[in-house]
């Protein structure tokens, strides 16, 4: 489904499944005013020469084509050991940290497998319209995600070709798009020379956030020349020019239609099943009525953001964090955050990474206050969480504050 930008140009609208691309998601704020000068592709290759504009209106406006493939993604993030929480086992948690495969497969409509495999095991999610399952063999579950027959209609209107899962698996493809639909006024883009990925042809746009203090240095999405999808984004740190902090690419991908039987969705002999029912929300209930200072849509009460774009700060008060490690679903509903793009907006990915709105926790047994505990530090007032592209700052007084911006900024501002 597509809607029409402000230019006219066609973009499409994010699927459901980005919850866990993140920080890789969340740390794309990518097509703006290209303010940068229109750099080409090389003349070295083949490829006809393209600007940045034109490359990212390619993006938007391609149609999500059928595939199959093998994905890497990388996280260098700087962040403790979570190898505790797997076992040997393959889950979400394990994209955190260290190399994952994944292997992927679409219809290009609304059905679609992707399988994160780990030594022993394997997670997978699978989508077919307005349901979902997903399956971890190390406990032998599956989850079957649903939507209440009157909810039906929300869930079509808002585009979304799949109920919200716990535990989804990113693809490059959607990171891509999704990177390439956003819009801000405080990066440069460019096309850098092409490239090869998985042995296609493919352009790069390169994304370079204007801030001197954000914690993203650049953004690179790697775009297939001949079907304009996304093939590898890679995102650097500030502090490291040299190697990527996240990065999630195919190594082999073929554009044919999966046989229908991969797409297909039975739970194994002996495994259990349990049965979520996704509450699909009302429309935004924030007034859309802009505050008399900044001209913006007024923001809930108990959330104040600090800043703008790359440097912008979240804070929320009066979090039940102890309820929230618990997955106390009081806790989880009163966590609503506005939909509000803050730098890169990796505060609200990873929000959504360990919150799940149906109150459940992202993987099946997971420890969430041992992963807690492990992710983060104590500091004078609260506990802080700090990586190479984003920092959380978790205060005693029940306050998040949270930004693509180093570790201090939020110490500062929580006073």
Not at 350 to 361: K, N, Y
Request: without cysteine.
């Amino acid at each position: 489904m597509t809607t029409q930008t402000s230019s006219g140009a066609p973009r499409r609208l994010p699927s459901a499944r980005a919850r866990w691309a993140v920080p890789a998601v969340a740390a794309l704020a990518v097509a703006g005013a290209f303010a940068a000068p229109p750099l080409l592709a090389s003349a070295d290759t083949d490829l006809p020469d393209v600007t940045a504009a034109e490359l990212v209106a390619r993006v938007a406006a391609a149609e999500p084509p059928a595939l199959s493939g093998t994905v890497v993604h990388t996280a260098r993030l700087g962040l403790p050991d979570v190898s505790f929480t797997q076992i040997g086992g393959a889950d979400p948690v394990s994209l955190l940290s260290g190399s994952s495969t994944l292997r992927v497969w679409s219809d290009g409509q609304t059905r679609s497998r992707v399988a994160l495999l780990g030594p022993t095991s394997e997670y997978s999610v699978v989508t077919d319209g307005a349901q979902a399952w997903t399956y971890s063999s190390s406990d032998d579950e599956v989850v079957h995600y649903t939507v209440a027959d009157e909810d039906l209609a929300r869930l079509e209107a808002a585009a979304q070709a799949a109920p919200e899962v716990a535990g989804d698996l990113p693809t490059p493809a959607e990171v891509g798009a999704q990177a390439l639909a956003k819009a801000e006024e405080d990066a440069t883009v460019g096309v850098d020379s092409p490239t090869t990925v998985a042995g296609r042809d493919a352009y790069q746009v390169v994304v370079t956030p204007t801030s001197s203090t954000t914690l993203v240095g650049r953004i690179v999405v790697a775009v297939d020349a001949q079907t304009s999808t996304p093939l590898r984004v890679q995102v650097w740190s500030s502090d490291d020019t040299q190697t990527p902090a996240l990065e999630i690419g195919f190594t082999d991908v073929t554009f044919e239609a999966p046989d229908d039987a991969v797409l297909a969705f039975s739970p194994p002999p002996g495994a259990s099943v349990r049965d979520v029912v996704v509450p699909v929300p009302e429309a935004e209930q924030v007034p859309d009525v802009p505050d008399a200072t900044t001209g913006e849509p007024a923001l809930p009460e108990g959330v104040n953001v600090t800043g703008s774009g790359w440097d912008a700060v979240v804070e929320v008060a009066d979090v039940d964090v102890a309820g929230l490690l618990a997955a106390d679903p009081t806790a989880v509903a009163e966590m609503a955050l506005p939909d509000k793009t803050f730098g890169s907006e990796a505060a609200q990915g990873l929000v959504d990474e360990f919150v799940a709105t149906d109150g459940t926790s992202p993987v099946p047994d997971l420890d969430a206050t041992a992963l807690y505990d492990q992710l983060t530090t104590p500091v004078d007032g609260g506990r802080l969480l700090t990586s190479a592209l984003l920092s959380v700052l978790v205060t005693d007084d029940g306050r998040v504050l949270v930004g693509a911006v180093p570790a201090q900024t939020l110490q500062d501002l929580a006073g």
